[in-house]
């Protein structure tokens, strides 16, 4: 997609029905973020109770509805009101495109769109479903209990669907609308007392709004009090075209009741890093079923976020601990994101705390693909970038030419680089992290390298927000303080100006107004004294 990425989420659920919204609900109380997108469509909207739901049984569903938003939004859930227009990408970095023009990132996709009624097209339906018009006994058949019923046979469901209306009135009639019924239903039917009425059915007739008969071709209007039409449910499944995931028939025995999307008891689908829950999945689900299937997907799509974070720690621990699988584990990430891993954009501290230093020579250690560098470049520093991959320094290198200026790139990983002879009027380092026993000699060699005047700005994630809404990997002993990193350097030497932690406003963060924390040291190297002799 070529839209410009506006947030990303841990979890985006597409559908914001009793499936989404649950499944959301167990996302958001597991600390994840999640944004629930919904155009306001459910398909139990003309209903004006649901039922079978323990505790909730007779709220009008549109309730039910905004208690589970208000629900998801107390836990930090984010709710947008727009509809899907495609999705794309892959586990751990879908797009999600919506018609209003936002684009959400995500890590995984919860796929909770419900399903499309077809209906007979029949005057007076449409116009009645959901009211007079049913299909699920077991939604409404207490309703109408004991009065006439008419089953339209539409589909390979009708007898069946006549069968089980038979348990909530004596008055079940089938119209057959120009089928033709095999001989052992036929007998079913005569032995519950059901009658059946041949010939084309033209319309249903209304009184004051509300049904009173079904009108057959031939003029005739049989009374009626409600109308069972078992319609052909089809997953609502278009979104998820782009992913390649298509929605297949669903039958029961021999009969076709629509479409579905396949998936695992858990909601789990053959596309890695997507799961389905509720009617796109389950035709069958009544409004408690399909939340119960929100909260197992919720469940299920947690643990494999667990799971993944729990490799990636391990990972970064040997890429911090062993130095060859360090520099190829950097390199496969970089490489594995063809376009670009960081923004490119300068980090907030070095534009703030730089400002008002004149330019000269500048040393950024951990340059990644350059972001910082090229800003400095810009404004007339001359700039080496370190860094430990060379597809980063390539980008760099890339980056830094579009923009007109010229950069030295060196590979180096900074645990055993030296400077040597070198000094640099500026020394900075933004989000290089190291294990507590390495962490203190990397910041020492940095600081060898500022020449005398010059200054080191090390910027790194504080450790006091590692359960913020921004998750970080490891444990908060890998992350300084200011305070920390201030600590390593010899009073002697350095002029502590900024030590601390300061907040910063995360850019595309799905809650608009977060902030995080960054541990910040900046540091001026005091000039050398020289000494002075008296004579007497």
Known sequence: MDETMHETYDVVVVGGGAAGLSGALTLARARRSVAV????????????????????????????????????????????????????????????????????????????TGLTDEL????????????????????????????PIGVLATGPAAVHAALLWRQWTA?????????????????????????????????????????????LASGEVVPRAAVVVPPRMAARSTVL????????????????????????????????????????????????????????????????????ETRQAVEVVRALTDPEFGEAWWEERYRAHGHGVWSGRVNDVLATEVADLPPGRALDAGAGEGGDA???????????????????????AAAAAAA??????????VTAWEPGEERFDLVTASFLHFLPDRRDDVLRTLAAAVAPGGTLLVTAHDGSDLQGPV??????????TGEQMAAVLDPADWAIEVAGSRPRPVRGHEH?????????????????????????
């Open 404 to 413: 007109g200026v010229r950069l030295e790139t060196r590979q180096a990983d």
């Open 471 to 480: 998750q970080r990997p490891g444990l908060p002993e890998w992350y300084a």
């Open 37 to 112: 997108v919904d155009d306001g469509t459910p398909r139990n909207a003309p209903a004006h109770a649901m039922h079978n739901y323990l505790g909730r049984d007779g709220t009008p569903p549109a309730e039910l509805l905004a208690a589970g938003r208000a629900e998801v939004a107390g836990y930090g859930g984010v709710l947008v009101e727009d509809r899907v227009t495609g999705v794309g990408g892959e586990a751990g970095a879908f797009t999600v495109a919506l018609a209003g023009g936002r684009v959400l990132g995500a890590r995984r996709l919860l796929v909770a």
């Open 374 to 396: 090229v800003w400095l470049a810009r404004r007339g520093w001359d700039v080496t970038a370190l860094d430990v991959s060379r597809t980063a320094l390539e980008r760099a």
């Open 120 to 147: 007979p097209d029949v005057p007076g339906v449409r116009e009645l479903w959901g009211t007079d018009v049913l299909h699920c006994p077991y939604c409404h058949g207490w309703e109408v209990r004991d009065r």
């Open 241 to 308: 075209s782009g992913l390649g995931l298509a929605a297949t028939e669903f039958a029961m025995g021999e009969r076709v009741l629509g479409t579905r999307v396949e998936a695992g008891p858990m909601g789990v689908t053959e596309v890695p890093g997507v799961w389905v829950a509720g009617n796109v999945t389950d035709l069958a689900a009544q409004v408690v079923a399909a939340a119960a299937d929100g909260v197992r997907a919720g469940a299920a799509i947690n643990a494999d976020l667990v799971a993944e």
């Open 171 to 215: 008055d079940v009639v089938l119209f057959l609308h120009g089928t033709t019924l095999p001989g052992e239903e036929a007998e079913q039917l005569a032995a519950r007392g059901i009658r059946t009425v041949p010939g084309e059915v033209a319309a249903l007739d209304t009184d004051g709004g509300r049904l009173s008969g079904v009108r």
């Open 512 to 536: 608009g107004s977060v902030h995080v924390a960054d541990a910040v040291l900046r540091a001026r190297r005091r000039q050398p004294v020289a000494s002075s002799s008296s004579r007497g």
